[in-house]
């Protein structure tokens, strides 16, 4: 019986990440209006995400996803004005460390810019970036 349960799909996950995918949007969408949307929910939306990783990892269908949520919601932060969003961000390429990059060109994009964040004045982002990229070079594209 337990190892039914294991395999069921979680009921929160997939309307969970449409509601995440959807704020990113919005929040995409402000910013292109000009306005200055508030960074702490894109933060959260992150972090949730990150700390969802072995669910998610556990869904082809998701994994698919996974690649084009990075490369236009996630990898836009590792340049950010907000200290926090970049760390953010920094970590959660971290997280998905392991990950199989289809689009090398993005991985090598998102190493250079969590390396730049080595250097940046804050120094919980400089770690972040640091612990981040370690688990990154690790990945066999890299």
């Not at 039914?4 to 990113?24: C, E, I, T, W």
């Not at 209006?33 to 998701?62: F, T, V, Y």
């Not at 969003?85 to 997280?95: I, K, N, P, V």
């Not at 990059?101 to 804050?122: C, H, R, S, T, W």
Request: with cysteine.
């Amino acid at each position: 019986m337990k190892g039914k349960k294991q395999q069921r799909k979680p009921d929160y996950l997939f309307p969970f990440l449409g509601f995440a995918v959807s704020n990113m949007v919005q929040y995409q969408e402000q910013i292109v209006q000009g306005h200055s949307p508030d960074w702490r929910i894109k933060e959260g939306l992150l972090c949730a995400i990150g700390h969802l990783h072995d669910q998610i990892m556990n869904h082809e269908e998701l994994i698919v996803q996974m690649e084009p949520m990075l490369i236009h919601h996630v990898l836009p932060e590792l340049s950010s004005a907000q200290p926090f969003l970049r760390s953010r961000a920094c970590w959660l390429y971290g997280e998905f460390g392991n990950f199989r990059f289809q689009d090398e060109n993005a991985l090598k994009q998102a190493i250079d810019g969590i390396y730049k964040n080595l250097f940046v004045p804050e120094l919980p982002v400089r770690l972040t970036a640091a612990t981040s990229l370690a688990k990154l070079l690790e990945n066999k594209i890299a």
